[in-house]
């Protein structure tokens, strides 16, 4: 079960992919997840992507495919993945097709002022990654996470000013790819407006289709 969740960010992506990828067995592959992962500590490529991602732009193409080129090799994606931020451009979604085939993208629609709402209001744990929001779901009052203890902290890339960047780069560079992959009969829009349980119920109907193959 190869597939895609292509969305603006803030829209769900790493919360529904998270839940999905456990219940489905299948590792949820986040390029984001993987260069702040490098950024902590970091490394060669950590460094070329601190300053792109907090100013809420694109790590170039060339850095992102190497990337996922090097993670699809892996044993554990031998029976499927979740892309959760990847392809972003064009040029990743083309060099994705040489390599494999996709069954599904999930786009998740979500109105630009939920957005903003949500990502202003994000929180992570710095140790599991755990997501949690002040507004909707609050992370513990002593600041530690509830599942390892890891810091919570707020993304440098989740100020207003930078979500807004980021939107008008999905905009520019990632909203074609919807019409790309609507072209090739694999896209499933999603109103993830909605109740996260909600939401994954509907991503679920569309995985459950592929979940033998
Ligand atoms: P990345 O980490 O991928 O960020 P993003 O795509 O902008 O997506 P987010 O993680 O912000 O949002 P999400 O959709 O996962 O929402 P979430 O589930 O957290 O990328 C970061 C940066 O890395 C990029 O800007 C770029 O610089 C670089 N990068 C990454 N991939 C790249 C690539 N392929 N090419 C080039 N550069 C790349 O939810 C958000 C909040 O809302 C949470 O608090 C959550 O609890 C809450 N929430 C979620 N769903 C609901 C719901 N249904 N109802 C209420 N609250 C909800």
Do not use: W
């Not at 969305?7 to 067995?25: D, N």
């Not at 599942?147 to 990632?174: A, H």
């Amino acid at each position: 079960m190869r597939m895609i969740f292509l969305g603006a960010p803030g829209t769900g992506k790493g919360t529904q992919a998270s839940v999905l990828a456990g219940k489905y067995s299948i590792p949820q592959i986040s390029t984001g997840d993987i260069l702040r992962k490098a950024v902590q500590d970091d490394t060669e490529l950590g460094r070329k992507a601190k300053a792109v991602m907090e100013a809420g732009e694109l790590v170039p193409d060339d850095v992102i495919i190497n990337l996922v080129n090097e993670r699809l090799s892996q044993s554990d994606c031998r029976r499927g993945y979740i892309l959760d931020g990847f392809p972003r451009t064009l040029a990743q979604a083309e060099s994705l097709d040489q390599l494999q085939a996709i069954d599904a993208v999930i786009y998740l629609d979500v109105d630009n002022r939920v957005i903003i709402d949500r990502l202003t209001t994000r929180r992570v744990c710095r140790g599991c990654g755990k997501l949690y929001n002040v507004a909707t779901d609050p992370p513990p009052a002593s600041g530690r996470c509830d599942v390892c203890g890891g810091e919570i902290y707020q993304r440098d890339d989740d100020s207003e000013e930078t979500v807004r960047n980021r939107l008008d780069v999905y905009y520019e560079k990632t909203a074609p790819l919807k019409s790309y992959y609507q072209d090739r009969g694999v896209l499933h829009i999603i109103d993830g407006n909605r109740p996260i349980e909600e939401v994954r119920a509907d991503i679920a109907t569309v995985f459950n289709r592929f979940s033998r193959s």
